[in-house]
């Protein structure tokens, strides 16, 4: 079981980024609503960070699929579906002649996404914490060889 330990690792590293990149953004919001950025250094800001941050929730996603954990599948499921409506339909990028006329709805966009992450952040830190403890009191040292993780 140390790859499911290593597994959930990854997904912890993962969602912190997640975590921030969403934090950030609505940070950035929140700096042009109050007048301490301009619109061009916001939208600037945000979109170098906009498709870092589908990629890496779609790998979230995917890498869910691929492990068999449903219940996360279905979680993550459709906010990666939203991105890639977003993505495709090109809107995914902030506009900066339009951006005070969207910043409420930006923001609540962002807020929504941020309570998704923080939820998710609970379900993976918990299975985090329950598959190292299942490693540490049941591991045994043949299960870290991929040999004979393979043929078994």
Not at 43 to 51: F, P
Not at 66 to 73: A, C, N, V
Not at 80 to 95: E, G, I, V
Not at 122 to 128: I, K
């Amino acid at each position: 079981m140390a790859w499911d330990l290593i597994f959930w690792v990854l997904c912890f590293f993962i969602n912190i980024a997640l975590l921030a990149s969403s934090f950030y953004q609505l940070l950035s919001l929140s700096d042009l609503e109050a007048d301490h950025l301009n619109p061009f250094e916001a939208t600037t800001r945000i979109n170098s960070i906009v498709l870092p941050e589908f990629l890496l929730q779609g790998f979230f996603c995917l890498s869910f699929l691929l492990t068999w954990h449903w219940f996360m599948f279905i979680f993550t499921l459709p906010i990666t579906a939203y991105h890639l409506m977003l993505y495709l339909n090109r809107k995914h990028l902030l506009d900066v002649t339009e951006i005070f006329r969207d910043l409420n709805t930006e923001k609540k966009y962002r807020f929504v996404k941020l309570a998704i992450y923080l939820l998710l952040f609970t379900v993976v830190l918990f299975r985090l914490l329950s598959a190292s403890i299942f490693f540490f009191f049941f591991w045994k040292f043949e299960e870290l060889d991929i040999r004979t993780s393979l043929f078994y």
